[in-house]
């Protein structure tokens, strides 16, 4: 066997959570997957997007391995970011917007995070924390559910989107973490529970198995995504499961803000 066909055999049995999103684009690519206030993907279009996100990540030097902190309310460019990370083989942080600076600077200088992605209500906390001894290199500015405009002097979500839309060429294992989420520290300084990508899509397929979830289900996302709730007991399953095209969703979307 040459060693072209055996490294794309090898690729072909990866399964990570980026590769969810992949698959299920490929199934049913003109399904709506998200919508957030004005914005709405096909899976299709997310797909090609996070690729993009992904490659522009790589260009600004996040490498695998690294630790990419988000500090935002729920959005369209968070749940993009976060299958984007897992695609390069980074691992995402999502943190409490509730937290003053001093301790989103702990999480953030704990967890090693070289990056940091901000929505348009935190910049200034953002600022603040990440000035503090963190490891944090660059801001990203991610946009809103509410239409702004990005400050002066930091990278955006859109500038991003001028990268190429292929997969990024990084090969992931599933025993790979895929991030890191922090107790709230009620009690003590917050703790990073490290995961897998194979257990945080065991978590999904339990979630969808116990909860009843459908591929005709429409999903709200109420609560924040900075929580493992959110991220992956909704988020996660819904890109999953992906309604399919002869579904009564048909005409509805996976994924809502409204």
């Known amino acids: 066997m040459s060693d072209n066909i055996a490294a794309t055999i090898q690729r072909a049995r990866e399964h990570s959570i ?9 199934r049913y690519p003109g399904k709506t997957a998200l919508i957030c206030g004005e914005v709405s993907w096909t899976f299709a279009e997310m797909d090609a997007i996070c690729n993009r996100v992904g490659r522009g990540l790589l260009g600004l030097g996040v490498a695998k391995g690294d630790r990419v902190a988000v500090l935002s309310r729920n959005s369209h460019g968070f749940a993009a970011l976060r299958f984007a990370v897992a695609r390069i083989g980074a691992i995402l942080v999502p943190i409490n917007f509730m937290l003053n600076p001093d301790e989103i600077n702990f999480i953030l200088a704990n967890s090693g995070a070289k990056l940091l992605a901000v929505g348009p209500d935190f910049v200034e906390t953002a600022h603040a924390a990440a000035a503090k001894g ?6 990203i500015w991610l ?8 400050p002066d002097g930091i990278t955006t979500f859109d500038s991003l989107l001028h990268s190429d839309a292929s997969a990024p060429d990084v090969s992931i294992d599933s025993h790979d973490p895929a991030q890191i989420i922090y107790t709230s520290g009620t009690e003590s300084l917050p703790k990073g529970a490290i995961l897998t990508h194979e ?3 065991w978590q999904y397929v339990s979630c969808i198995i116990d909860g009843g979830m459908a591929s005709d289900d429409t999903v709200l996302h109420a609560l924040p995504l900075y929580h493992c709730a959110q991220l ?12 399919p095209a002869s579904s009564p969703a048909s005409r509805c979307p996976t994924m809502s803000w409204r």
């Open 134 to 139: 963190s490891a944090v290199e660059t801001l």
């Open 199 to 201: 257990a945080v899509m």
């Open 18 to 26: 980026g590769d969810l999103l992949r698959r299920s684009a490929k």
């Open 232 to 243: 992956d007991v909704f988020l996660g399953p819904a890109i999953y499961l992906a309604p």
């Open 143 to 150: 946009p809103g559910e509410d239409p702004a405009t990005a």
